[in-house]
């Protein structure tokens, strides 16, 4: 299959380009960025004017829900819907059911995968067995079934001393290790960002300090053992502050933030949407700010969507007893481009938060627009206003705070590997 | 759209849901007050009912166990002429998995006018009351730690008995406020009716953070924080608080925080103490104390069913 795509704006922000160019795509690659090869006969001519293509979106964490949780949502719903959202390399966590443990699991999730259209999926492996915190996995080997990183999810890891061995054993060989910075014990049966609004509402609290003990614990264990660590999901100045410092003093220590957290405060909790329960909890406007310039500054790396699919039940219910999550991955790009616009960054550095940050995170080679690379490439139109209602999610889960509200930029089409794996008109 | 407290008013001005205080006007709370003294006289007469909500079917669903709120709830709807039916729902439909839904829209299907909820997490009363019809009125009964919108009326109406005007008035609130619901609706009432200070008294692990963001002064010395008060209002602390990391024992806790005749001498003379009950003796508050004059807490659950029916019947009154 080849494809020319005419006359789109090129943003490409690993190697800081923007412009009106071609694009022309044969077996999988990019063979030329502006004039065709010689010869060169497109199948297939796409109309671009007026449209952004940039590098496909790279999603560090998104639920696909198998193994185990098919009754939420199924591979083919979810990397249908991370296609929609211009997502062509996405990571998932090791939270299914069995956790992703083994290398045979691992190795199944790879293989079905790779037969459906959609993204490059990138399976993290669980740091303990079962995730129950005691006794650390075969890591060599789920490597090599395909695990690119080990996390323990959101289970907790109250034991320090697995942490530091898991550490260790990692280091040893250079495995990444991705870790949720809460502390399990000071976060116990909390709901809500521990502060004025959820004491007036009665509901119990996280509090900050459950994010920076646990950042200040992983900062003194990368400093001893060496580790690479990806902090997910940050949630407060406090401990964007830690998570500076660290950086500052050189530490291999990396850092995301959920699209969910650059928008929303705990200032919406009065109205106990169950959409609003999220893990991490949504904490205040000074949490917020300070992310969002984290994201802007580099301190933060990426930007991911949080995916997680949930059936209606779990939602239907008071907010403290429903299960925390969101749909998101189909809101990645829009809610990314709303935050760069209301903290007035570039539309470059919106996309780098999206693609060539992240890329660099997992240390795969995408994320970036270059002649002889990957065709992977998502089009959109960055004017086009679209309001989120359950229809217009192709998710299984359709559970977001975002319901209801209408964003802007919307995917046209989403190329993988040179094939139009998405298309919308 | 409901939010926390505007959309408990409809369009002109009735009340639609009685879901929290938080955020309802002052002549809101006065209304009702006004009504359930109206009300207060119809308990002592021979024949303890009037035809306001005849005609009317009522629900008290409770997710949670509850004797004394339930009792009173129905009480106050049948001097209404109401139809009342109490459902523990804890022990029937829950149990056989039954979505807090499902029994909801049940319940509408048999013509339900008004739902009377308790449930032990917060935000309950306002998730039924974005789901029910828009003919059905909610009152929340008591929403995990969140409100207890009645409890906190009733308590007005016995301070406003007992003490007149608001205005001039110290009130102090002790004990438990963490896991009260009953302190988050009282502070909110006080606080729109204007009293002169709001104080609470307790110990840190059981104090919410940023409590004094809803306007209140804080004490953990009960000593200082009762003297000069009006109103005392204790909270009662629930059995599985009284040991653990929160509180190292019922013993300790009575010492630094129960309300003893001593205490309460700190206080102004003309003080009135208050108990939403049930009452743990010798915990939080001493029996000398609990059965002496400066007491009024029989009186509050009197008063109770006055504020129970007054909010019922204005509820119903804004549809018919």
Known sequence: MKISLLGGRVVDPANGFDGVVDIHIAAGRVAAIGSAPQGFQANRRIEATGLVICPGLVDLAARLREPGLEHRATLESEMHAAAAGGVTTLACPPDTDPPLDEPGLVEMLKFRARNLPGPRVFPVGALTTGLHGETITEMSELTEAGCVAFSHADAPLADTQVLLRALQYAATFGHPVWLRPQDSCLARGGIAHEGAVAGALGLVGVPVVAETVAIATIIQLVRLTGARVHLCRMSSAAGVELLRAARNEGLPITADVAAHHLHLTDAELPRFDAQLRL???????????????????????????????????????????????????ELLLPLTLAWAERAGVSLAMALATISSRPAAVLGLPYGHIVEGGPADLCVFDPRAQWTVRREALFSQGRNTPFLGQTLTGQVRYTIIDGHVDFERH | MLDHAGGQIDGDGRLRHLLTLQGLPRETLLAVLDTAASFVSIGEREVKKVPLLRGKTIFNLFFEPSTRTRT????????????????????????????????VQNLEAMNADMFVVRHAASGAAHFIARHVRSHISVVNAGDGRHAHPTQGLLDMFTIRHFKGDFAPLRVAIVGDVLHSRVARSEIHALRTLGVREIRVVAPKTLLPSGIEELGVRVFHDMTEGLRGVDV?????????????????SAGEYFKNYGLTAAKLALAAPDAIVMHPGPMNRGVEIDSAVADGPQAVILPQVTFGIAVRMAVMSMLAGGQS
């Open chain 1, 279 to 329: 893990v991490p909890p949504l904490r205040s406007e000074a949490d917020r700010a300070a992310l969002s310039a984290a994201v802007a500054d580099g301190t933060i790396d990426a930007v991911c969507s949080d995916h997680a699919p949930l059936d209606d039940e779990v939602k239907e219910v008071p907010f403290g007893e429903a299960e925390p999550g969101a749909s998101g991955i």
């Open chain 2, 72 to 103: 009173t709830f129905e009480i106050a709807a049948k001097r209404l002429s109401a139809d009342v039916i109490s459902l523990n729902v804890q022990s029937s439909s829950q149990s056989k998995g039954e979505t807090m839904l499902d029994t």
């Open chain 2, 232 to 248: 005392v209002m204790m909270l009662r602390l629930q059995n599985e608080r009284m040991k653990g990391s929160l509180l190292p």
